[in-house]
């Protein structure tokens, strides 16, 4: 192609086979793409305008919600891209940001899943201290710290990523691309140890700590109340990590790994990690389930809002059979 920027295939090892994406991904990434994009707007909504003085975890949902809603208006790209018979058509840089956007808001969506979980097991375990020490200017300093801190880290894919060529196409997010320049395997391990293994532990360790405290027969019932709906929390926000987050990462680690040799094995791989993405984009659907366990102030202005436009339905179905007996008379 004469650009050096682009990654070109090389003959002597086996790549994937990516035309099934042109009619899998498509349909899929826009059902996905309408309900995170629609909850998370609604969410973001009820979390800026709705909830007047935002406590710490308002305020850590709010980021959370942020990047969940980052991470969904990547989807029309992808669904361009795949709709066009997997043809990238809007240049390298591009595809470098796009490869930006998706993995930097990916990994701030796990951070601060984390941060929240942490903050409902400090609560439970040390309710006075954690009204003391955790302000809001705290933390806004930490969220601001975790954006800087993961584009920062995320930025090394202007450096890394290229789009690859097959076919005489232009690729781009392609398993291709990261066999063809070697970078596969270090990306991978990275991202599966600071995207899922080390926040997937603090979850485990907060969910084990709650219930251990839960055991302790010295509790009050507002607390014992407490902790047990935390425990649904930790419960759901765990349930979204082996979801949504570790088929994907299980399926990669086995790509980068495998012996590339064996082209039938390695085209069934690449399959299952190709199928496990659409899982990756639901947590942006799921997501707002844990801000109604997460804040008491949000939940009860969903309910508040569902009960207003219930009401709003009821009088518009009234009022259009009024009209009818109206007109019949």
């Known amino acids: 192609m004469g650009n050096s920027s682009v990654t070109s295939a090389v003959n002597t090892t086996c790549l994937f086979d990516e035309d099934f994406l042109i009619t899998m991904m498509p349909p899929v990434f826009t059902i996905l793409f309408i309900l995170a994009a629609s909850f998370n ?5 009820i979390l800026c305008f709705q909830i007047k003085k935002k406590t710490p975890v308002d305020i850590l949902m709010l980021n959370l919600c942020a990047g969940d809603l980052g991470f969904s208006l990547t989807n029309p790209l992808l669904i361009i891209y795949h709709s066009k018979n997997n043809q990238w058509m ?3 840089f591009m595809c470098k940001l796009l490869v930006f956007l998706i993995f930097s808001s990916m990994l701030v969506s796990v951070f601060f899943l984390a941060c929240i979980s942490s903050y409902q097991c400090y609560m439970v375990i040390r309710p006075i201290q954690s009204q003391n020490r955790i302000t809001k200017k705290c ?4 969220s601001v710290t975790i954006w800087l801190v993961t584009c920062a880290f995320i930025s090394m894919a202007f450096f890394t990523t290229n789009v690859s060529e097959k076919n005489g196409k232009l690729h781009c997010l392609s398993l291709n691309e990261g066999i063809t320049s070697g970078n596969l395997l270090s990306s991978t391990i990275t991202l599966s140890i600071l995207g899922f293994m080390i926040p997937f532990g603090f979850l485990f360790v907060s969910t084990i700590l709650i219930r251990q405290q839960l055991s302790n027969p010295a509790l009050t019932s507002q607390s014992q109340q407490r902790g047990q ?3 649904k929390m930790m419960v759901i926000v ?3 990590f082996m979801v ?3 088929p994907p990462v299980v399926t990669r680690l086995l790509v980068a790994t495998m012996d590339h040799g064996n082209c039938p094995l390695f085209q069934k791989v ?3 990690y190709y199928s496990s993405l659409p899982f990756l984009h639901l947590h942006g659907i799921l997501n707002p389930i844990v801000y109604c366990y997460a804040s008491t102030k949000y939940r009860e202005k969903v309910i508040q809002i569902l009960r207003r436009w219930k009401c709003v339905k009821k009088s518009m179905a009234t009022s259009s059979n009024l009209n009818v007996i109206e007109a019949k008379l």
């Open 41 to 45: 707007s609604f969410s973001l909504w």
């Open 90 to 92: 809007f240049g390298n």
């Open 139 to 142: 933390t806004i300093v930490l």
């Open 229 to 231: 709906h935390a425990v």
């Open 238 to 240: 765990l349930f979204i």
């Open 244 to 246: 949504c987050f570790f």
């Open 270 to 272: 690449g399959k299952l």
